[in-house]
């Protein structure tokens, strides 16, 4: 049986992906997965080795063959996106306009357009020294990051059987758009970065109430917790209230700082008992999943 946990955060910023690393390495042996598609950095930190790449397809986009092309300017007049323009020199499609609608195709009498796939992005399957990494690549202006984040998951799931581990430990996206909901549906447990700021307490309320609505159990790390005493306490009374355990609260750490420069993870600065209070939190998350039910090696 494999368990999932999924590290998401309702705003960017809060140390979603530094915790995810920290847990990577506190777990000792799991499939990674970094399904923040449109930003992904998990990388930086866990530096894995490239092993397979695979092109990403995220729907189609329309090509223009000239020697076909009669100058009849129907599928400029049918385009709604602007990507099909006259010019002196004949008609001129703008491949970052076209949004892949097939309407000019369809019009076209002379069969001088025709839909192909269009390349979105890559994904990876690589090898860090914790386990497989799933990453991915999407292409500045591509969208369908929600199915990008599903192929990721789905690989991840087959990696699993073929290496006989029980824990995919994904790193989300932020928000609550598509890609959340692919990333979040259907997983084990949810762990929510947030911090004590008003936009943090905001988007805490929103990512909370999407777990929610999905039936996802869910457990919340305060991060930068001294930050601000009177909202970090807003968040444990919200906690508490909803019923949601609380992992740990990591104080703000100049440290933090450095050590992520350096490559180093957040149970790795021992200053201002931040590695204890990472520590903390991933044992607190075993025992929310059920620590054993999975295979892993707990080293701090």
């Given at each position: 049986?494999?368990?999932?946990?999924?590290?998401?955060?309702?705003k960017g910023?809060?140390?979603?992906?530094?915790v995810?690393?920290a847990?990577?390495k506190l777990a000792?042996?799991?499939?990674i997965?970094?399904?923040d598609?449109d930003?992904?950095?998990?990388?930086i930190?866990?530096?894995?080795?490239?092993l397979?790449?695979?092109?990403f397809?995220?729907?189609?986009?329309?090509?223009l063959?000239q020697?076909?092309c009669?100058?009849?300017v129907l599928?400029?007049?049918y385009?709604?996106?602007g990507?099909?323009?006259k010019t002196?020199?004949g008609v001129?499609?703008?491949?970052?306009?076209?949004e892949?609608?097939?309407?000019?195709?369809?019009?076209?009498?002379?069969?001088?357009?025709t839909?192909?796939?269009?390349?979105?992005?890559?994904w990876?399957?690589?090898?860090?020294?914790?386990?497989?990494?799933?990453?991915a690549?999407?292409?500045?202006?591509e969208e369908?990051?929600g199915?990008?984040?599903t192929?990721?998951?789905?690989?991840?799931?087959?990696?699993?059987k073929?290496e006989?581990?029980?824990?995919i430990?994904?790193?989300?996206?932020?928000?609550i758009?598509?890609p959340?909901i692919?990333?979040?549906t259907g997983t084990?447990?949810?762990?929510?970065?947030?911090?004590p700021t008003?936009s943090g307490?905001h988007d805490f309320?929103r990512?909370?109430d999407?777990c929610e609505h999905?039936?996802r159990?869910?457990?919340v790390l305060?991060?930068?917790a001294d930050l601000?005493?009177?909202l970090a306490?807003?968040?444990?009374a919200?906690?508490?209230?909803?019923?949601?355990?609380?992992?740990?609260h990591?104080?703000?750490?100049p440290?933090?700082v450095?050590?992520l420069?350096e490559?180093r993870t957040?149970n790795?600065?021992r200053e201002n008992?931040?590695a204890?209070?990472v520590?903390q939190?991933?044992?607190?998350?075993?025992?929310?999943i059920?620590?054993?039910?999975?295979?892993?090696?707990m080293?701090?």
């Amino acid at each position: 049986m494999t368990t999932e946990i999924t590290i998401v955060s309702g705003k960017g910023g809060t140390g979603k992906t530094s915790v995810a690393a920290a847990f990577a390495k506190l777990a000792g042996r799991a499939v990674i997965c970094d399904l923040d598609v449109d930003a992904a950095d998990l990388h930086i930190l866990l530096q894995p080795e490239i092993l397979e790449t695979t092109a990403f397809g995220g729907g189609k986009i329309a090509v223009l063959e000239q020697s076909k092309c009669k100058q009849c300017v129907l599928c400029e007049r049918y385009c709604r996106f602007g990507a099909i323009t006259k010019t002196k020199k004949g008609v001129k499609l703008d491949p970052i306009r076209c949004e892949g609608c097939g309407v000019c195709a369809h019009f076209c009498p002379f069969g001088a357009m025709t839909m192909c796939p269009r390349k979105s992005g890559q994904w990876f399957r690589s090898r860090t020294d914790f386990g497989t990494m799933l990453h991915a690549e999407l292409y500045p202006g591509e969208e369908n990051s929600g199915l990008l984040v599903t192929r990721l998951r789905e690989e991840a799931q087959e990696a699993c059987k073929e290496e006989e581990c029980g824990l995919i430990l994904s790193d989300g996206p932020p928000g609550i758009g598509c890609p959340v909901i692919s990333a979040i549906t259907g997983t084990g447990f949810v762990v929510i970065v947030t911090e004590p700021t008003v936009s943090g307490v905001h988007d805490f309320r929103r990512i909370a109430d999407l777990c929610e609505h999905f039936g996802r159990p869910l457990g919340v790390l305060l991060n930068k917790a001294d930050l601000n005493s009177v909202l970090a306490d807003e968040i444990d009374a919200l906690c508490e209230k909803r019923r949601y355990p609380v992992l740990a609260h990591i104080p703000y750490e100049p440290a933090i700082v450095r050590a992520l420069v350096e490559g180093r993870t957040l149970n790795q600065v021992r200053e201002n008992g931040v590695a204890d209070a990472v520590g903390q939190a991933w044992r607190r998350v075993l025992s929310q999943i059920g620590h054993k039910k999975i295979k892993t090696k707990m080293k701090e």
